[in-house]
């Protein structure tokens, strides 16, 4: 029988905030206790799956708003020097 927990996986299946709400619910569900050791783990592996989407979402959004602060200020995307009194982030 298939992990009902498993069937959605993958970036392109949740948005970042579904994958957070989810990740919360994970969580306070293995907190709570009363679970047998394997759905224990069945939450523990989904809850490690849903934070690994979180990352790659917030790496996504890390990398555009370096390529945008870039675009912006002329330079590179790597994070080179800028003077950062005299300009604000947004």
Do not use: H, N
Not at 33 to 47: A, N
């Amino acid at each position: 029988m298939a992990c009902k927990l498993c069937l959605v996986t993958g970036r392109d299946a949740l948005s970042y905030e579904q994958a957070r709400d989810e990740l919360v619910g994970v969580v306070k569900k293995l907190e709570a206790g009363g679970l047998t050791l394997e759905q224990s783990l069945e939450l523990w592996e989904r809850g490690e799956k849903l934070a690994a989407i979180c990352a790659e979402w917030l790496e996504g959004a890390r990398a555009r708003l370096t390529a945008a602060l870039a675009a912006r200020d002329g330079g590179e995307p790597d994070g080179g020097e800028r003077d950062t009194e005299d300009k604000a982030p947004f």
